[in-house]
Protein backbone atom coordinates (compact mmCIF):
# COMPACT_ATOMS: atom_id res chain seq x y z
CA UNK A 1 0.00 0.00 0.00
CA UNK A 2 1.29 2.99 -0.62
CA UNK A 3 2.85 5.41 1.79
CA UNK A 4 0.08 8.08 1.35
CA UNK A 5 -2.61 5.71 2.62
CA UNK A 6 -0.49 4.44 5.46
CA UNK A 7 0.02 7.86 6.75
CA UNK A 8 -3.91 8.33 6.38
CA UNK A 9 -5.06 9.90 10.28
CA UNK A 10 -7.12 7.03 12.59
CA UNK A 11 -10.18 9.44 12.01
CA UNK A 12 -10.03 9.68 8.31
CA UNK A 13 -9.57 6.22 8.01
CA UNK A 14 -12.77 5.99 10.34
CA UNK A 15 -14.54 7.74 8.26
CA UNK A 16 -13.68 5.82 5.28
CA UNK A 17 -14.62 2.96 6.45
CA UNK A 18 -18.06 4.11 7.36
CA UNK A 19 -18.40 5.36 3.87
CA UNK A 20 -17.21 2.09 2.62
CA UNK A 21 -20.11 0.27 4.64
CA UNK A 22 -22.94 2.64 3.16
CA UNK A 23 -21.83 2.16 -0.33
CA UNK A 24 -21.87 -1.91 0.55
CA UNK A 25 -25.63 -1.34 1.22
CA UNK A 26 -26.81 0.63 -1.87
CA UNK A 27 -26.99 -1.58 -5.55
CA UNK A 28 -23.72 -1.03 -7.46
CA UNK A 29 -24.35 1.64 -9.36
CA UNK A 30 -21.85 3.95 -12.33
CA UNK A 31 -19.66 6.93 -10.87
CA UNK A 32 -18.07 9.18 -13.31
CA UNK A 33 -14.76 10.86 -11.48
CA UNK A 34 -13.94 14.31 -13.57
CA UNK A 35 -10.10 14.86 -11.61
CA UNK A 36 -9.15 18.30 -11.85
CA UNK A 37 -5.86 19.25 -12.85
CA UNK A 38 -5.09 21.95 -10.01
CA UNK A 39 -7.03 22.62 -7.05
CA UNK A 40 -6.18 24.73 -3.90
CA UNK A 41 -7.57 24.14 -0.35
CA UNK A 42 -8.11 25.88 2.57
CA UNK A 43 -8.85 23.09 5.00
CA UNK A 44 -6.53 20.52 7.36
CA UNK A 45 -7.58 17.68 5.45
CA UNK A 46 -8.24 16.51 1.88
CA UNK A 47 -11.29 15.23 0.57
CA UNK A 48 -12.25 13.61 -2.69
CA UNK A 49 -14.54 16.64 -3.12
CA UNK A 50 -12.18 19.02 -3.18
CA UNK A 51 -10.09 17.66 -6.39
CA UNK A 52 -12.84 16.21 -8.17
CA UNK A 53 -16.29 16.43 -9.36
CA UNK A 54 -18.39 13.22 -8.84
CA UNK A 55 -21.50 12.33 -10.74
CA UNK A 56 -23.86 9.02 -12.42
CA UNK A 57 -25.11 7.94 -8.78
CA UNK A 58 -27.44 9.19 -6.45
CA UNK A 59 -27.33 12.55 -4.87
CA UNK A 60 -27.07 11.16 -1.47
CA UNK A 61 -24.19 8.72 -2.44
CA UNK A 62 -22.17 11.57 -4.18
CA UNK A 63 -22.29 13.63 -1.13
CA UNK A 64 -20.68 11.06 1.05
CA UNK A 65 -17.88 10.20 -1.61
CA UNK A 66 -17.19 14.16 -1.85
CA UNK A 67 -16.21 13.76 1.97
CA UNK A 68 -13.99 11.06 1.56
CA UNK A 69 -11.29 12.03 3.01
CA UNK A 70 -7.52 11.53 1.32
CA UNK A 71 -5.02 12.71 4.33
CA UNK A 72 -3.50 16.11 5.34
CA UNK A 73 -3.75 18.79 3.06
CA UNK A 74 -0.37 20.23 1.82
CA UNK A 75 0.68 23.48 3.88
CA UNK A 76 -0.31 27.29 2.87
CA UNK A 77 2.20 27.85 -0.34
CA UNK A 78 3.14 24.01 -0.68
CA UNK A 79 2.03 21.68 -3.13
CA UNK A 80 1.05 17.92 -3.73
CA UNK A 81 1.00 15.46 -6.85
CA UNK A 82 -2.29 12.98 -6.77
CA UNK A 83 -1.84 10.53 -9.52
CA UNK A 84 -5.63 9.02 -10.91
CA UNK A 85 -4.44 5.77 -9.86
CA UNK A 86 -3.24 6.82 -6.51
CA UNK A 87 -7.00 8.19 -6.06
CA UNK A 88 -9.08 5.22 -7.59
CA UNK A 89 -6.88 2.78 -5.47
CA UNK A 90 -7.85 4.67 -2.46
CA UNK A 91 -12.01 4.53 -3.65
CA UNK A 92 -12.15 1.04 -4.05
CA UNK A 93 -9.98 0.26 -0.94
CA UNK A 94 -11.85 2.43 1.36
CA UNK A 95 -15.38 3.26 -0.12
CA UNK A 96 -15.47 -0.38 -1.16
CA UNK A 97 -16.43 1.14 -4.76
CA UNK A 98 -17.00 -2.21 -7.06
CA UNK A 99 -13.96 -2.46 -10.06
CA UNK A 100 -14.46 -1.79 -12.97
CA UNK A 101 -17.51 0.95 -12.38
CA UNK A 102 -15.52 4.15 -12.12
CA UNK A 103 -15.44 5.98 -15.05
CA UNK A 104 -12.38 8.44 -15.38
CA UNK A 105 -12.32 11.58 -16.87
CA UNK A 106 -10.35 15.04 -16.60
CA UNK A 107 -6.70 15.16 -15.69
CA UNK A 108 -4.29 12.34 -15.17
CA UNK A 109 -2.69 13.61 -11.90
CA UNK A 110 -4.14 16.28 -9.55
CA UNK A 111 -1.80 19.20 -8.28
CA UNK A 112 -3.19 20.60 -5.00
CA UNK A 113 -1.75 23.82 -3.17
CA UNK A 114 -2.16 24.58 0.23
CA UNK A 115 -4.32 28.21 0.37
CA UNK A 116 -2.17 31.63 1.45
CA UNK A 117 -4.11 33.91 3.85
CA UNK A 118 -2.62 37.05 2.84
CA UNK A 119 -4.05 38.82 6.16
CA UNK A 120 -2.85 37.00 8.16
CA UNK A 121 1.12 37.16 6.58
CA UNK A 122 0.42 41.15 6.65
CA UNK A 123 -0.38 40.42 10.55
CA UNK A 124 2.42 38.29 10.96
CA UNK A 125 6.04 40.72 10.58
CA UNK A 126 4.16 43.58 12.90
CA UNK A 127 3.79 41.19 15.75
CA UNK A 128 6.90 39.83 15.39
CA UNK A 129 8.53 43.10 15.41
CA UNK A 130 6.85 44.39 18.53
CA UNK A 131 7.52 41.64 20.46
CA UNK A 132 11.29 41.86 19.46
CA UNK A 133 11.35 45.55 20.38
CA UNK A 134 9.47 45.09 23.58
CA UNK A 135 12.16 42.55 24.71
CA UNK A 136 14.73 45.11 23.27
CA UNK A 137 13.04 47.87 25.84
CA UNK A 138 14.74 45.93 28.53
CA UNK A 139 18.12 46.43 27.61
CA UNK A 140 18.02 49.94 25.42
CA UNK A 141 15.98 52.71 25.28
CA UNK A 142 15.78 53.59 21.72
CA UNK A 143 16.30 50.21 19.77
CA UNK A 144 16.01 49.65 16.39
CA UNK A 145 15.11 46.56 14.18
CA UNK A 146 14.57 45.88 10.12
CA UNK A 147 13.06 43.04 8.53
CA UNK A 148 16.56 41.44 6.57
CA UNK A 149 15.78 42.94 3.09
CA UNK A 150 16.30 38.91 1.29
CA UNK A 151 13.47 37.49 3.60
CA UNK A 152 10.30 36.89 2.23
CA UNK A 153 7.10 36.02 3.99
CA UNK A 154 5.76 33.41 4.21
CA UNK A 155 2.53 32.21 3.33
CA UNK A 156 0.13 31.10 5.82
CA UNK A 157 -2.62 28.64 5.72
CA UNK A 158 -6.34 30.06 5.42
CA UNK A 159 -8.80 30.01 8.62
CA UNK A 160 -9.03 31.30 11.96
CA UNK A 161 -5.23 32.45 12.74
CA UNK A 162 -4.01 33.08 16.14
CA UNK A 163 -0.30 34.51 16.07
CA UNK A 164 1.96 33.70 18.61
CA UNK A 165 5.28 35.05 19.49
CA UNK A 166 7.46 32.89 21.26
CA UNK A 167 9.24 34.39 23.91
CA UNK A 168 13.29 34.79 24.89
CA UNK A 169 15.15 32.60 26.70
CA UNK A 170 16.91 34.00 29.90
CA UNK A 171 20.00 33.21 28.32
CA UNK A 172 19.61 35.46 25.17
CA UNK A 173 21.19 38.59 24.61
CA UNK A 174 20.83 41.36 21.89
CA UNK A 175 22.79 40.56 18.74
CA UNK A 176 23.43 41.76 15.16
CA UNK A 177 20.49 39.75 13.43
CA UNK A 178 18.16 37.85 15.51
CA UNK A 179 15.44 35.61 15.00
CA UNK A 180 11.55 35.73 15.99
CA UNK A 181 9.74 32.93 16.04
CA UNK A 182 5.22 33.08 15.41
CA UNK A 183 3.66 30.04 16.13
CA UNK A 184 0.38 29.41 13.94
CA UNK A 185 -2.14 28.11 15.91
CA UNK A 186 -6.10 27.11 14.63
CA UNK A 187 -8.57 25.78 16.90
CA UNK A 188 -6.18 25.37 20.14
CA UNK A 189 -3.41 23.47 17.65
CA UNK A 190 -0.26 24.09 16.61
CA UNK A 191 0.05 24.15 13.40
CA UNK A 192 3.66 25.01 12.70
CA UNK A 193 6.31 28.29 13.72
CA UNK A 194 7.24 30.31 11.56
CA UNK A 195 11.10 32.82 11.66
CA UNK A 196 11.33 36.16 10.83
CA UNK A 197 15.28 37.51 10.80
CA UNK A 198 15.55 41.21 11.98
CA UNK A 199 18.53 43.51 11.86
CA UNK A 200 19.07 45.23 15.48
CA UNK A 201 20.55 47.77 17.16
CA UNK A 202 20.30 48.77 20.64
CA UNK A 203 22.03 51.99 21.62
CA UNK A 204 22.92 52.14 25.55
CA UNK A 205 24.90 53.83 28.20
CA UNK A 206 28.64 52.20 28.68
CA UNK A 207 32.12 53.41 29.77
CA UNK A 208 33.98 54.00 26.77
CA UNK A 209 38.15 54.14 27.13
CA UNK A 210 39.70 57.42 26.95
CA UNK A 211 43.19 56.04 25.69
CA UNK A 212 44.80 52.36 25.32
CA UNK A 213 44.34 50.29 28.64
CA UNK A 214 46.58 47.13 28.90
CA UNK A 215 45.44 43.94 30.81
CA UNK A 216 45.17 42.97 33.63
CA UNK A 217 45.41 46.50 34.91
CA UNK A 218 42.38 47.92 37.34
CA UNK A 219 40.25 50.53 35.44
CA UNK A 220 40.44 54.36 37.05
CA UNK A 221 37.40 56.70 36.97
CA UNK A 222 40.31 58.93 34.59
CA UNK A 223 40.46 55.91 32.06
CA UNK A 224 36.79 55.87 31.08
CA UNK A 225 34.26 58.30 29.93
CA UNK A 226 30.46 57.59 29.64
CA UNK A 227 29.12 57.11 26.42
CA UNK A 228 26.54 54.94 24.39
CA UNK A 229 27.28 51.65 22.78
CA UNK A 230 25.12 49.09 20.84
CA UNK A 231 24.70 46.32 22.76
CA UNK A 232 23.88 44.41 19.88
CA UNK A 233 27.23 44.56 18.83
CA UNK A 234 28.89 43.37 22.26
CA UNK A 235 29.59 39.83 23.18
CA UNK A 236 28.73 39.50 26.71
CA UNK A 237 27.27 43.28 28.01
CA UNK A 238 27.65 44.27 31.51
CA UNK A 239 24.51 43.70 33.18
CA UNK A 240 24.19 47.62 34.83
CA UNK A 241 21.46 49.56 32.67
CA UNK A 242 22.25 53.50 33.57
CA UNK A 243 25.37 55.70 33.78
CA UNK A 244 25.10 55.61 37.57
CA UNK A 245 24.81 51.88 37.84
CA UNK A 246 27.85 51.42 35.39
CA UNK A 247 30.13 54.12 37.44
CA UNK A 248 29.14 52.16 40.91
CA UNK A 249 29.97 49.18 39.60
CA UNK A 250 33.46 51.13 38.25
CA UNK A 251 33.67 52.37 41.66
CA UNK A 252 33.86 48.65 43.13
CA UNK A 253 36.49 47.53 41.11
CA UNK A 254 36.89 46.92 38.00
CA UNK A 255 39.75 44.98 35.64
CA UNK A 256 41.10 44.15 32.23
CA UNK A 257 40.44 40.85 31.05
CA UNK A 258 42.26 41.68 28.09
CA UNK A 259 43.73 45.25 26.34
CA UNK A 260 40.81 47.40 25.27
CA UNK A 261 42.11 50.30 22.54
CA UNK A 262 40.47 53.80 22.89
CA UNK A 263 36.91 54.28 22.39
CA UNK A 264 35.66 50.80 23.09
CA UNK A 265 33.60 50.26 25.58
CA UNK A 266 33.58 47.94 28.67
CA UNK A 267 31.62 44.70 28.91
CA UNK A 268 32.14 41.59 30.24
CA UNK A 269 34.04 40.42 27.52
CA UNK A 270 36.82 42.47 28.65
CA UNK A 271 36.62 43.54 31.74
CA UNK A 272 35.81 41.87 35.21
CA UNK A 273 34.64 42.42 38.73
CA UNK A 274 38.39 42.52 41.24
CA UNK A 275 37.48 39.98 43.68
CA UNK A 276 37.98 40.48 47.05
CA UNK A 277 40.91 38.63 47.28
CA UNK A 278 43.70 39.30 44.39
CA UNK A 279 46.86 37.69 43.58
CA UNK A 280 50.03 39.29 44.83
CA UNK A 281 47.77 41.88 47.28
CA UNK A 282 48.70 41.97 50.67
CA UNK A 283 45.62 40.65 52.68
CA UNK A 284 44.98 40.23 56.63
CA UNK A 285 45.37 36.37 57.59
CA UNK A 286 43.19 35.30 61.16
CA UNK A 287 43.64 32.66 63.01
CA UNK A 288 39.98 31.99 65.48
CA UNK A 289 41.19 28.80 68.22
CA UNK A 290 38.41 29.33 70.45
CA UNK A 291 38.77 32.57 72.44
CA UNK A 292 41.99 33.68 70.63
CA UNK A 293 42.11 35.25 67.53
CA UNK A 294 45.42 36.01 65.97
CA UNK A 295 46.36 38.21 63.10
CA UNK A 296 49.09 38.95 60.63
CA UNK A 297 49.38 39.93 56.98
CA UNK A 298 50.24 37.79 54.26
CA UNK A 299 50.63 37.60 50.41
CA UNK A 300 47.73 36.22 48.35
CA UNK A 301 49.06 33.93 45.64
CA UNK A 302 45.73 33.31 43.91
CA UNK A 303 42.50 35.06 43.08
CA UNK A 304 39.65 34.33 45.22
CA UNK A 305 36.13 35.34 46.18
CA UNK A 306 33.86 34.98 49.20
CA UNK A 307 33.75 31.63 50.55
CA UNK A 308 36.46 30.12 47.93
CA UNK A 309 39.94 29.08 49.49
CA UNK A 310 43.02 30.48 48.09
CA UNK A 311 46.92 30.56 48.80
CA UNK A 312 48.19 32.55 50.72
CA UNK A 313 51.72 33.15 51.88
CA UNK A 314 53.07 34.60 55.35
CA UNK A 315 56.51 36.48 55.40
CA UNK A 316 59.41 35.09 55.82
CA UNK A 317 57.85 31.56 55.80
CA UNK A 318 58.87 29.18 52.53
CA UNK A 319 55.41 27.35 52.97
CA UNK A 320 51.93 28.64 51.65
CA UNK A 321 48.69 27.58 52.96
CA UNK A 322 45.15 27.24 52.50
CA UNK A 323 42.73 29.38 54.04
CA UNK A 324 39.33 30.56 53.21
CA UNK A 325 38.30 34.15 51.88
CA UNK A 326 35.98 35.99 54.45
CA UNK A 327 35.62 39.61 52.74
CA UNK A 328 37.81 42.43 50.82
CA UNK A 329 41.36 41.09 51.58
CA UNK A 330 40.27 39.43 54.81
CA UNK A 331 41.05 35.63 54.81
CA UNK A 332 40.85 32.87 57.59
CA UNK A 333 42.30 29.85 58.97
CA UNK A 334 40.01 27.02 59.04
Not at 44 to 67: K, V, W
Not at 169 to 192: D, H, I, N, S
Not at 243 to 272: C, F, H, I, K, M
Not at 329 to 334: D, I, L, M
Amino acid sequence: MPMFFRCLPLRCAGAALLLGAAIAAVPAQALTVELRSAATVSQAQLQLGDIATLSGAEPALLARLARLPLGAAPAAGATLALPRHTIEHWIRAYAGWPAGQIDWRGSAVAHISGAADASAAARLQPLARAALLSWLGQWSSHPSVTLASDEELPGLPSGVLELRPRAFTPAQRPARQMWVWVELWQQGRMLRAVPLRYRVTAPAPALLARHALAAGNRVRADDVEAGETDLAGLARPWPQRDTAQLWAALAQGVRLRRAVAPGVALDAANSEAVPPVCSGDQVQLSLVAGQVALSRTARALQDGVLGQKVAVQAPGSPHSIMVRVTGAGTVEVE
